[in-house]
């Protein structure tokens, strides 16, 4: 079981365009399919539902690496794609954003109707979730997302999120049905976004006598309001920075990546041959496929596999991007037709990754990498959200976004 944190989550501007979102949905569903081949499609529920793990997904496939479009875009972008072979991975993607959350019930017994599930029960967990989220957790946060992303079993994940328009911040509530053992207590896996501030939790299992007391709650204010536990916040700024990170894990991926140190292991020949930035989105991607439950409480760290439409930590590289996905999906296509060699030589690639890490890193190398990379991508066609880099402009304008959004008191 992969355990879920809280983190907080700012509201960004720029659309994600065409070329983006196209490369997510490819690099998307090519780890979701590798990680039912390796571990089963129960797996992907349990990933799914840590909040950590969502955030580091959304990053190594290009969204920013705060973001809470996370949750519209890749989910949105993987419904279309997984639920279109659900018949053969056993997993659907059912409800969305705004209007299209509406029908999530009826898309869930659609669903249970076809896998003889029991569907009334299923669409009762559905509602309870949202209602709690939007009900007993009163947080300030209004729901405008729900996502259930049901088995041909039975077993669930849902992911919802609130929006509070005064903060500019939002909010992602996860379910997972093995853990929920009561929908009156403690029933989350993870609730993303909540920071530092009190809320009132009404399924918190302290709230014991707080919900025996719902009708003097109504009238006056209760003297103890639950404070969340594991807070952790995404700051309000665009940047990433050395804290953000995990520094050794980082410098083992580069060391392995643009130090050739992965010529040094016959095992991993099928990778001798592959460019230095295609190298570390394989490595990253491979992470979030093969990696265990600490991995994940650093998710700006997997930004750097292929970059941010935002231009941070610096800008998309399609080059890098599309051959990733090229081999990712190729890796999963051989391993269908019972050849497991690539598929096993990107868990060993995540396993040197992690041997690696144990050789420290140096003391300071962040800028130089983002301006090693900015550098790049200004002579070899890098991508923002604004559309191809242009030298000069392009990360000046980036550079605005901070104080613009957030103020120059927020850029730390």
Do not use: C
């Amino acid at each position: 079981m992969i355990s879920a944190g809280s983190i907080g989550m700012p509201l960004h501007f720029g659309k994600v365009p065409n070329f983006l979102s196209e490369r997510m949905g490819e690099m998307g569903d090519a780890i979701i399919e590798s990680i039912v081949d390796n571990y089963g499609k129960s797996e992907v529920l349990t990933r799914m539902s840590d909040p950590n793990w969502l955030q580091a997904f959304g990053a190594v496939t290009g969204m920013h690496w705060n973001s809470s479009g996370v949750t519209a875009v890749l989910l949105g972008g993987l419904k279309r794609r997984l639920n279109r072979k659900a018949h053969e991975l056993g997993l659907y993607i059912l409800g969305g954003k705004g209007k299209a959350a509406y029908g999530t019930e009826k898309q869930i017994n659609r669903v249970a109707e076809r896998h003889s599930l029991p569907g009334t029960e299923l669409a009762k967990s559905s509602r309870l979730t949202r209602r709690i989220d939007n009900n007993a957790v009163q947080d300030g946060f209004d729901l405008y997302q729900q996502y259930f992303i049901v088995s041909d079993e039975g077993e669930w994940t849902a992911i919802t999120q609130g929006m509070n328009k005064g903060s500019r911040r939002a909010r992602r509530y996860h379910w997972h049905s093995p853990t929920v053992r009561s929908f009156g207590e403690s029933p989350h896996s993870g609730i993303m976004g909540i920071e530092n501030q009190k809320v009132l939790n009404l399924v918190d299992p302290d709230a014991e006598d707080l919900r025996k007391n719902m009708v003097d709650l109504t009238k006056e204010k209760p003297s103890e309001i639950v404070k969340a536990v594991r807070a952790a916040d995404l700051p309000n700024r665009h940047d990433v920075k050395k804290d953000d990170i995990n520094m050794s894990r980082l410098a083992s991926v580069l060391d392995l990546a643009y130090n050739r140190e992965i010529e040094n292991f016959e095992d991993l020949v099928d990778f001798h041959g592959v460019g230095p930035r295609t190298l570390k989105a394989l490595a990253m991607a491979s992470e979030v496929i093969h990696g265990d439950s600490t991995r994940f409480d650093d998710p700006a760290r997997f930004s750097f596999a292929v970059g941010g439409k935002d231009g941070r930590p610096h800008p998309i590289d399609t080059k890098a991007f599309d051959e990733t996905v090229e081999m990712l999906i190729k890796s999963v296509d051989k391993s269908k037709l019972g050849d497991d060699d690539k598929s096993s030589a990107l868990k060993r690639l995540h396993n040197m990754a992690v041997k690696g890490e144990t050789k420290g890193s140096p003391i300071e190398f962040l800028q130089d990498l983002i301006d090693y990379e900015w550098r790049h991508a200004e002579s070899s066609g890098g991508k923002t959200f604004m559309g191809n880099v242009v030298k000069g402009i392009t990360r000046k304008l980036m550079d605005t976004q901070n104080p613009l959004l957030y103020g120059k008191s927020n850029d730390k």
